[in-house]
């Protein structure tokens, strides 16, 4: 059985956001793009990430700190979003280990659309 995803969403990694890593589809929610970046982040996929963030607020290259390990998503709410949206909130708690402790980002983040596709803008506040 392949392993489940690390979005937390109950399908293997392959079909989940494998799939919109690969870009074999486009996330159809900001809530589903979010879920694919916490993966990407998971699994070190640098190229994912800088394609599903916004052109104006893209750094050049991503920063990962190989000691972090992320270990789980929780969703707690969002606005917009969907479908029919041209923009979003979603509001998460990203939970990591570091240096032998339990920790916790929480982030409320804002998406776009740009070209029809769903990218990640900033966090609300920055």
């Known amino acids: 059985m392949a392993?489940?995803?690390?979005?937390?969403?109950?399908a293997p990694y392959p079909d989940c956001c494998g799939a919109l890593h690969r870009g074999e589809r486009a996330a159809a929610t900001?809530?589903?793009l979010m879920r694919s970046r916490f993966s990407?982040?998971?699994?070190?996929?640098?190229?994912?990430?800088l394609r599903s963030w916004h052109p104006r607020t893209r750094p050049a290259g991503?920063?990962?700190?190989?000691?972090?390990?992320?270990?789980?998503l929780e969703?707690?709410?969002g606005t917009?979003?969907?479908l029919f949206h041209q923009e979003g909130t979603v509001e998460f708690n990203a939970h990591y280990r570091?240096?032998?402790?339990?920790?916790?980002?929480?982030?409320?983040?804002?998406?776009?659309?740009?070209?029809?596709a769903w990218v990640y803008l900033a966090p609300i506040g920055a």
């Not at 990407?40 to 990430?49: K, N, S, V």
């Open 40 to 49: 990407a982040f998971a699994l070190l996929d640098e190229a994912y990430l």
């Open 3 to 10: 392993k489940s995803c690390p979005c937390g969403l109950p």
């Open 30 to 32: 900001a809530e589903l």
């Open 62 to 72: 991503v920063d990962f700190d190989t000691d972090m390990r992320w270990t789980r």
């Open 75 to 77: 969703i707690l709410g």
């Open 98 to 116: 570091y240096e032998g402790r339990d920790e916790i980002l929480h982030e409320n983040s804002r998406f776009e659309r740009v070209d029809g």
């Open 80 to 82: 917009g979003g969907g």
